[in-house]
């Protein structure tokens, strides 16, 4: 008897949680705001992706429409290209630096100052102006600095009687500045979404630590840290997609130079595929790159999710 009145029971509450829905006008709101959201994210990601998808079939240079079918063939080209294999593991290493260096540089100096008081602000300023300034101005101010004729590192090698360093022109020397250089662009975004963490974290916790003889790197590590895990890992999930994105800095520092030693994914698909004319190649690349982002997405999701639950 139990078992028969049971739909009739799941019926009714998801009748009663449709009415309680509607009369709260959720279900109007839904109706109203999501349309446009649905519009605006095929037109401006769906599409696009189911663009570059067929375009990767075809040898195509994006004038007229695509004749020439080439199937996967794009595909094979890009895994047996090395300059690919470079900017594979190019970005494989901004991912690591943005994780083992910018994101500790970041929460250490938001421990510092974090909190509300007037030279606090002016550091919290000055630390987060780097990530105001546009990527492109970056990137020209600093191969200005790297510069071995005109720039501050020639200035410094003259002033120590060396000759001069062309750090950009240097394969084993470009890409490492190429990382210090992101790393200075975008710490201060990660240490101001830490310190807002940080500023939320109750100070009855940290003065009862502080009775209980804490010292304040134990503070920091057994009680702060553990409070705003949350907001590291938005943190982390945040460097690892802007590591992927990477290319407004490349660009006017080396344009993936020496010798195509500093090309990222996106570097590597404009320089291939849209500067060579050569659309389909840069499709099939764009649609590797798009299918990384989602898998290691859905691995750091799923990662962080499990931590949260143990």
Partial sequence: MSTLTRPAVHRRSNTDR???GLANGKFTAVLILLPPALILFSLFVILPLADAAYYSAFSWNGYGTPTNFVGTQNYERLLDHSVFHTALWNTAKLILVSLLLQMPLALGLALLVYRKTPTNTLFRLVFFLPYILAEVAAGLIWSFVFDGDYG????MFQALGQESVYVLADRQWAFPAIM???VWKYFGFHMMIYIAALQSVPKDLIEAAKLEGAKPRQVALFVQIPLIKHAIVVSGF????GSLQI???IIPMTNGGPSNSTHTIVTYLYTFGLSR???G???AAAVVL???AIGIALFYQRATAKEERT
Wanted: proline share 0%; net charge neutral; glycine share 4%.
């Fill in 290 to 292: 798009f299918v990384l």
């Fill in 281 to 283: 190649f840069g499709s």
């Fill in 180 to 182: 210090t250089v992101i």
């Fill in 238 to 241: 945040f460097a690892i997609i």
């Fill in 18 to 20: 449709l009415r309680q």
């Fill in 277 to 279: 004319l050569n659309i």
């Fill in 247 to 249: 290319f407004d800095i």
């Fill in 152 to 155: 501050i590192t020639a200035f």
